[in-house]
């Protein structure tokens, strides 16, 4: 390159510093993005309090339906999900769509340990390689949103293992020592989450769910490295950290039972403690979580699985607060039990993967709902099965709507579109109004984008597309 030509270089590069600072000014003018405010228009403060929609009702304290009822409901859930061709509304086709493009998602977890060794290598091979699929057919960024390189998904798809899968000898038992992530991939660091791309809502498309402490699980196939096992649970399959699992026999984990003497979680996050002093948290559980108990002493002390370092189980005491948001069993099946619940997960972001240990607009309502026994699915499109209630389309036009939608019954009702999940609250001015959590933003009377992207209290005009396409009822009663 001659003098001119790197003169006229340095030129230019000298121009752009100068512009920059201004075309950058122009384009970003906020360090982050507005948010929105807690009262969102068109609501009022006071619909931010629990009494505002207990005060609304005439029966608040009146239990619903009792224990019974409720796992009554959860087992003919399980029952419909068998014959998906079956289900009303032709949900069973949605839910097989749904199902191939979430991997991991089942709609009930199949019976694996009854297969011979050849058909459980075959199950095992299905799932992994559904799993390299997932990863292979679209491009994903680091946390930082710079694109993988194709020798880290090579990276990913060796610590699969999937040539040793024939070297399966059998299904082994475990249960989980704390809430983790379930992956689709099993990323060793940090920085290795799958972004679909580039935008605000950087959510993480490697992870599947968050699974609950003590939960029991079927250990398939370790990875190459050992750091991940690849499971079944009852809420799909995919790669937890080997580290988060406790093997045991079958019968040793059946033996922790939390049929009885049973702590329920009904805070959003609760910690449990070394000791009786209550000063060094030993480990968290999030709302809807369940662990044994024994109230000796007039304090309450939960027994919670532990892993040894030689990966076996060992079941730990550890202590609550006598002021824990817990409660001994399921709580009441009331009006007034859900709203509060449904409070206290107020202003929470949205997570649309629980890649970040967060929550979703149906993830959310599950954990909520379990705090009284539901077993709901963690997924919107599933969870119009559990109790199908009608439907509406957008051709009837938003009046209609929403009069159809406040004619259902209060706290009991979710409304789904396109998957995305609505806890109905009630009505106030001839508005509906619902208990939401999403990923959306609005443009405000200054003509500025403010984002949401949280747990909140709204109208069902977001997302947009509620009004836009057709909606289902779901009723837990």
């Known amino acids: 390159m001659n003098r001119l030509k790197i003169r006229k270089t340095i030129t230019l590069v000298l121009l752009m510093g100068l512009f920059s600072p201004v075309l950058l000014s122009a384009q970003d003018k906020i360090k982050h993005y507005r948010r929105a405010p807690d009262v969102l228009p068109g609501t009022l403060p006071e619909m931010r309090t629990p009494c505002f929609w207990i005060d609304r009702t005439k029966h608040p304290d009146k239990v ?53 060794r050849a058909e459980l290598v075959s199950s095992v091979s299905e799932m992994v390689l559904a799993q390299v699929k997932q990863m292979r057919k679209g491009a994903y960024g680091n946390v930082l949103g710079i694109q993988l390189a194709d020798w880290e998904l090579d990276a990913f798809e060796k610590e699969m293992a999937f040539d040793r899968i024939a070297d399966l000898k059998g299904i082994r038992h475990g ?60 809420r799909g399959y995919g790669w937890i950290r080997s580290e988060l699992i406790a093997l045991a026999g079958e019968t040793e984990i059946s033996d922790y039972s939390l049929d009885n003497d049973m702590i329920v979680c009904t805070g959003e996050k609760v910690p449990f403690y070394s000791d009786a002093s209550c000063q060094i948290v030993s480990g968290w559980l999030r709302m809807g ?130 998957g995305h999940s609505q806890l109905y609250l009630g009505k106030y001015e001839d508005t509906p109004y619902v208990f939401d959590t999403h990923g959306y933003a609005y443009t405000g009377e200054d003509e500025n984008e403010y984002v949401i992207r949280r747990s909140c209290i709204y109208t069902p005009e977001l997302p947009s597309y509620m009004l836009k396409s057709e909606l289902t009822f779901v009723k837990l009663r």
């Open 175 to 234: 249960i989980t020592v704390q809430s983790c992530r379930i992956r689709v991939v099993p990323t060793l660091r940090p920085e290795h989450v799958g972004i679909g791309d580039n935008g605000r809502a950087r959510w993480d498309m490697f992870n599947l769910d968050v699974i609950p402490i003590a939960s029991k699980v079927q250990v398939l196939h370790p990875s190459a490295s050992g750091a991940y096992l690849l499971v079944l649970t009852d």
């Open 289 to 418: 979580d369940k662990v044994s108990y024994s109230d000796k002493g007039g304090q309450v002390r939960v027994q919670v699985p532990f892993r040894k370092m030689n990966g076996t189980l060992s079941i730990e005491q550890a202590w609550l607060k006598r002021d824990a948001d817990v409660s001994k069993g399921f709580l009441p099946y009331t009006q007034s039990n859900i709203v509060h619940q449904a409070f206290k997960l107020m202003d929470l972001v949205y997570d649309y993967t629980g890649g970040w240990m967060g929550r979703n607009h149906v993830t959310i309502l599950r954990d909520l709902f379990a705090c009284f026994g539901f077993e709901l699915p963690g997924n919107g499109v599933l969870l119009q099965a559990y109790n199908y209630a009608g439907s509406i389309q957008p051709e009837i036009g938003q009046e209609e709507q929403y009069q159809a939608m406040m004619e259902n019954e209060p706290f009991v009702t979710i409304q789904v579109t396109r």
């Open 64 to 116: 619903m339906l009792t224990l019974d009822e409720i796992r009554k409901m959860n087992i003919a859930y399980k029952v419909r999900m068998k014959d998906l061709a079956a289900l009303e509304h032709e949900l069973g086709t949605d839910v097989e769509k749904q199902m191939q493009s979430w991997t991991g998602l089942l709609a009930i977890a199949p019976d694996l340990v009854s297969l011979s």
